[in-house]
């Protein structure tokens, strides 16, 4: 499984590869939406993208919109993780594609929830 975090923040990328290790996905990271699309183009489909919405160059919303207009990208499933809990912004991200909101700060559990939920990884636990 291939996840992809983008997120200007080193750390944050640190603390969500760190939390994720419980699941052994295949983990890359990108700074801003420009350097998730270079990422996308090189390593090819992603299995789930993890999204901040405010970063420099490319902003979280314009990537989910250039990401679901692409058809080789369209069906992967984005986990925004933003600190911005505005509604309408929730709201415009889930019209746009993401398949989840999460606000930050969040916990490892609500974390993997998402990603669980996300990814029907639910279906495949016995």
Known sequence: MKILSIDDSNSIRHAVK???DVIGAE???ASDGLEGLEM???SGKMDLILLDMEMPRMDG???L???KKDPRWKDIPVIILS???QRER???AIQEGAKQYLTKPFTSEQLLVKVVEALNLDEEIP
Do not use: N, P, Q
């Open 18 to 20: 760190k939390m994720l």
């Open 27 to 29: 983990f890359f990271e």
């Open 40 to 42: 996308l183009e090189r």
């Open 61 to 63: 919303m314009t990537f």
């Open 65 to 67: 919109e250039t990401v």
């Open 83 to 85: 600190s911005i809990a």
């Open 90 to 92: 929730m709201i415009k």
